[in-house]
């Protein structure tokens, strides 16, 4: 222990995705930072005075962070949080609070701990930035159907638009399809099919979302997306 450093001192960019009230008047935060992936940290004082961190532990805004870490501690200490970039049109908009707070969810069940993960961090960034400009309950709606189908492919349990998980049999571009997400994908009609059944448009516009495009999803595919992201997140990671 002699030859270790007393603490380490490390500034991230970092996403709120819960805050615990603990003891008299400090948080326990789960963060999501950009340098160390998923962490629990301690905000000493966080709900006695606001001067510490001022307005920066709410969720949806982005933060730049220091953290304290100690050998053999199980949580970071807060040392600093600022507002990097605020989103408060969040805030005022009911539909892209819960479309925010959803994600955000899901991230928290379904990420690693300490593991770097770019890829959601960035997907839940430029979630929250569509959500910040969003419209309307569609607009939102849509925008976390696509986040949720590319944080299956980031996390390795991307559901397959274009083959039969079972036999491997191609679908045609013309082709409808149903989809069993909990199972991987598309399950042809020969190896018993499945309940949801997706137009040939809708699969193909998944297909593309699944592998990273954005701005393709109707506000009628949202719901059947939803759907298949939460039976995904369900199977894999128990999420409800
Ligand atoms: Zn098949």
């Known amino acids: 222990m002699a030859s270790r450093k007393a ?3 490390i500034a991230t960019e970092a996403l709120l995705l819960r805050r615990v009230e603990y003891g008299e008047s400090d948080l326990v935060l789960t963060l999501l930072t950009l340098r160390l992936g998923k962490v629990s940290a301690l905000a000493r004082g966080a709900r006695k005075s606001s001067k510490r961190f ?3 532990l709410e969720p949806m805004h982005t933060l730049a ?3 304290d870490e100690r050998p053999g501690a199980e949580l970071f200490t807060l040392l600093e949080a ?5 989103r408060a049109a969040i805030l005022r908009s009911l539909p892209a609070m819960e479309a925010a707070g959803k994600a955000l969810g899901w991230v928290r ?6 593991t770097p993960e770019p890829g959601p961090y960035g997907l839940l960034i430029t979630l929250l930035d569509r959500l910040s400009a969003a419209a309307s309950a569609e607009a939102c709606g849509v925008a976390l159907a696509e986040a949720g189908l590319s944080l299956l492919t980031e996390l390795g349990w991307g559901i397959d ?3 039969c998980v079972r036999c491997g049999r191609q679908a045609l571009p013309q082709q409808s399809g149903s989809v069993d997400a909990a199972r991987g994908g598309l399950i042809c009609r020969s190896c018993g099919g499945a309940r949801l ?3 040939a448009d809708a699969r193909r516009r998944m297909a593309a979302v699944a592998a990273g495009a954005t701005e393709l999803l109707t506000p009628d595919d949202a719901p059947d997306a939803l759907r298949l992201v939460e ?7 128990g999420i409800e």
């Open 231 to 237: 039976a995904a997140l369900g199977a894999h990671a």
């Open 7 to 9: 603490s380490a001192r």
């Open 82 to 86: 600022k507002l990097h970039v605020p």
């Open 161 to 163: 638009f274009e083959r």
């Open 109 to 114: 069940r379904a990420a690693p701990p300490r």
């Open 54 to 56: 001022g307005s920066a």
């Open 65 to 67: 962070v220091e953290l």
């Open 197 to 199: 059944r997706l137009s």
